[in-house]
């Protein structure tokens, strides 16, 4: 598979404090183990000349009162709250001042967010998504990306889970519906 960097950015997904270190509050050891394999990819399409794309949940305190059904505090407690350490990301991360980030407020990247304006203004069409979780915001904005007409290419060795038969879901699902499933050493740049 060969790319355009170009036309090519790496999202990378929620890599924070609160998923990726032990003392966060939804921590999981696989989100933590795709650290490395997530600085491996963002360090090849840097070096290519590729884009940069950081994600970060974050939930002002007050987001989900008075809401009818939507709330992720009632269904995984509060997390990754406005202004906390558990929603930085994680320091192991090489976030530069060229990198974009995008603050959320749901699973989804790109609603209700300038992510979709960013990447067409940059003349983005391939997404690299790695992170965490993959089959909570990984998978929802991998979907939300090929519904844009984005090609989103999920890097199964670069994204986290909270157990391994989410992450083969997730990327079973993403294949088969909307994206395709690539390794860290599928992809060069032409």
């Known amino acids: 598979m060969e790319l355009d960097p ?3 950015a790496v999202v990378v997904v929620d890599m ?3 998923f990726c270190h032990p ?3 939804l921590y999981a050891p696989g989100s933590e183990e795709a650290l490395d394999p997530v600085t491996g990819v963002v360090d090849r ?3 290519a000349g ?3 794309v950081y994600t970060r949940d974050v939930h002002p305190p007050e987001q989900f ?3 009818h059904y939507y709330d992720e505090f009632d269904r995984w ?6 202004g906390t350490w558990e929603a930085d990301l994680h320091e192991d991360l090489d976030v530069r001042e060229d990198d974009h980030i995008v603050e959320k407020h749901t699973y989804d990247a790109f609603y209700e967010t300038e992510l979709e304006g960013w990447l067409r203004a940059h003349g983005v ?3 690299l998504l790695c992170g965490t979780l993959a089959n909570v915001c990984v998978l929802h904005t991998a979907g939300s990306a090929g519904l844009r007409d984005f090609r989103p290419l999920l890097v199964e060795d670069a994204i986290g889970a909270l157990e391994p038969d989410h992450r083969e879901y997730a990327l079973d699902h993403a294949d088969w519906l909307f994206g395709e499933v690539v390794t860290l050493d599928d992809g060069t740049f032409d």
């Open 50 to 52: 590729g884009r940069v």
């Open 16 to 18: 924070q404090n609160g």
């Open 45 to 47: 399409v840097r070096e």
């Open 77 to 82: 407690g509060e997390h990754v709250v406005e």
């Open 65 to 67: 009162d008075g809401n």
């Open 6 to 8: 170009t036309s090519t």
């Open 23 to 25: 003392d966060g509050t």
């Open 125 to 127: 069409d391939d997404l």
